[in-house]
């Protein structure tokens, strides 16, 4: 079965930067493009951008532009999302979530998601 | 990029109620690529209906979606005790896609 596991919590200080990794299974990594999607209580579920594991092409949303890097590893299925210059804003759980089908590229419905990763910004 | 309007922000139901939940698109959005997702405490979204009206798999047919262009809605026919959560609608005909603020369906 398909799967989505995520690491775990982080605590951060403004400024400095995060990476969460999202380990696939269960399905062939390489087709089917992961997105990165947040969610915080004032903003509701957001969309930051999405990676093609085949490549490793990206696109971002505008408003993450600059301070997001997406990046994979097919060696072990794996996808990451950093992000950078961290405000209290930037407190949120952070979802990855794999496409609806292969030929889905920068929009997609999500099937599957990981588990969710709370990043908290706090001095 | 398309802003989701959701409607209404909260009902309160009781279990076998039905029940029609609203999602409106400042602009038609592409090809009826409208899903809708149910989610709950600490869990992540889970996905009912794309394409409008398509059931993901799994989801139990008390679920449906209807809708195009710019007025799209969810209807539970019957209410079950675990369908009290909250409902988002997203579009991904347009990049990027967008959700909706959420309506949250609480037992009554």
């Given at each position: 079965q398909v799967q989505l596991v995520q690491s775990g919590a982080e605590m951060k200080k403004p400024g400095a930067s995060v990476k969460v990794s999202c380990k696939a299974s269960g399905y062939t990594f390489t087709p089917y493009y992961l997105h990165w999607v947040r969610q915080t209580p004032g903003q509701g579920l957001e969309w930051l951008g999405r990676i093609n594991?085949?490549?490793?092409g990206t696109s971002y949303a505008q408003k993450f532009q600059g301070r997001v890097t997406m990046t994979r590893d097919t060696s072990i299925s794996t996808a990451y999302m950093e992000l950078s210059?961290?405000?209290?804003?930037?407190?949120a759980v952070y979802f990855c979530a794999r496409a609806l089908a292969a030929d889905y590229y920068d929009t997609s419905a999500y099937p599957y998601w990981g588990q969710g990763t709370l990043v908290t910004v706090s001095s | 990029e398309i802003v989701l309007t959701q409607s209404p922000g909260t009902l309160s139901l009781s279990p076998g109620e039905r029940v029609t939940l609203s999602c409106r698109a400042s602009q038609s959005v592409t090809s009826s690529y409208l899903a809708w997702y149910q989610q709950k405490p600490g869990q992540a979204p889970r996905l009912l209906?794309?394409?409008?009206?398509s059931r993901a798999t799994?989801?139990?047919?008390?679920f449906s979606g209807g809708g195009s262009e710019t007025d799209f809605t969810l209807t539970i026919s019957r209410l079950e005790p675990e369908d009290f959560a909250v409902y988002y609608c997203q579009q991904y005909g347009s990049s990027p896609g967008t959700f909706g603020q959420g309506t949250k369906v609480e037992i009554k």
């Open positions: 594991p085949y490549n490793g210059s961290l405000t209290s804003d930037d407190t | 209906i794309y394409g409008a009206s799994g989801i139990p047919d008390r």
